[in-house]
């Protein structure tokens, strides 16, 4: 079974703070990284997609990737009540996506 | 520009009964998902296509039927609805493969009773 772990929550930060979002993944061989933000009741939208070790910025949002340890994290710099959402890390199989179960951020004014 | 829409957005069915939920994408990308979400689970794959007649099975395909005549549309049918199968249903799409990223559609919320 491959998997892709990640910590419930909540996790919550004060606004302004970074917040920082773990995962981690069964499949060495994955090779695409995502990280989607759910709010309640809508569907998952796209935030990041990484592919290779080390960072990737956007805007307020960057991504870390390291293969080695099979690990993926998602920072949020400046964070807003707007961030306040359930965040979704997904990992490529070989035909598929695998998602972890999500982390559940709020941000508190 | 449409993206990928779903239908019915809400439905409620009986045990027993067959259901059919629709999925439309105007993208013309080659991959299509359907996926259900539970609370405790996440998001699973019930069945995915790479192209037009063609489909594979998921992680959690028993019970559930899928065909994909043309390349905008994806139905995923329950043949016989359990109420395990009580849940929020997302299709996906993506230009290229699953190495590749995927955009969803609103959701369809299905309650069996």
């Known amino acids: 079974q491959k998997e892709v772990e990640q910590n419930s929550g909540p996790l919550s930060v004060p606004e302004g703070a970074i917040a920082s979002l773990n995962c981690t993944y069964s499949?060495?061989?994955?090779?695409?990284f995502f990280w989607y933000r759910q709010y309640s009741g809508k569907s998952p939208e796209l935030i990041m997609f990484i592919y290779s070790n080390g960072d990737k910025e956007d805007g307020r949002f960057t991504a870390q990737l390291n293969k080695a340890s099979q690990y993926v994290s998602l920072l949020i710099r400046d964070s807003q009540p707007s961030d306040s959402a359930t965040y979704l890390c997904?990992?490529?199989?070989?035909?598929?996506?695998?998602f972890g179960a999500g982390t559940r951020l709020t941000v508190k004014p | 520009d449409a993206g990928i829409t779903q239908s019915p957005r809400y439905k409620i069915t009986e045990t027993g009964r067959q259901v059919t939920l629709m999925c439309h994408q105007t993208?013309?990308?080659?991959?299509m998902f359907w996926y259900r979400q539970d609370l405790g689970h996440g998001l699973r794959l019930i069945y995915y296509?790479?192209?037009?007649?063609?489909?594979d099975k998921g992680e959690v395909p028993d019970g559930y039927v899928v065909s994909r005549s043309k390349t905008e549309n994806f139905p995923l049918t329950l043949e016989s609805a359990t109420r395990s199968q009580t849940s929020v249903y997302f299709c996906?799409?993506?230009?290229?493969?699953?190495?590749?990223?995927?955009?969803f559609g609103p959701g369809t919320r299905l309650t069996v009773t």
């Open positions: 296509s790479a192209a037009a007649d063609i489909t």
């Open positions: 499949d060495r061989g994955s090779q695409s």
């Open positions: 993208w013309s990308h080659s991959y």
């Open positions: 997904a990992v490529n199989g070989d035909n598929d996506m695998r």
């Open positions: 996906a799409s993506s230009e290229r493969s699953a190495l590749y990223e995927q955009y």
